[in-house]
Nanobody, 127 residues
């Protein structure tokens, strides 16, 4: 069983930056990939970006390209989400999720492919 814990959320102003962390229990880095999803109030959960543990390949959603960067530290079983130039529409609860299955590129976006989830961390961006 892999356990994930997110941290780093908070209240910031538009244009600011935040770095979220997702720390996994032992075994987290042996999963295939870790992703970030987010869910705004009243909206469906949406895929943000993902990274594979072995090759470090990344799969960002179009709306975060150039603003958000995912990275990992294998030794710490931790995945990071660096968020720059934040906008009010980035306000949401951000979740990290891990998958043990090997996915094709188009499959990274589906939350159904991730068996392990953290509890989420709130990010609020004021205008």
């Amino acid at each position: 069983q892999v356990q994930l814990v997110e941290s780093g959320g908070g209240l910031v102003q538009a244009g600011d930056s935040l770095r979220l962390s997702c720390t996994g229990s032992r075994g987290a880095s042996s999963t295939y990939a870790t992703a970030w999803f987010r869910q705004a109030l009243g909206r469906e959960r949406e895929f943000v970006t993902a990274i594979t543990w072995r090759g470090g390949s990344t799969y960002p959603a179009d709306f975060v390209k150039g603003r958000f960067t995912i990275s990992k530290d294998n030794a710490k079983n931790t995945v990071y989400l660096q968020m720059n130039s934040l906008k009010p529409e980035d306000t949401a609860v951000y979740y990290c999720a891990a998958s043990s299955i090997i996915m094709a590129n188009i499959e990274f976006v589906s939350s159904a492919n991730y068996a392990y989830w953290g509890q989420g961390t709130q990010v609020t961006v004021s205008s």
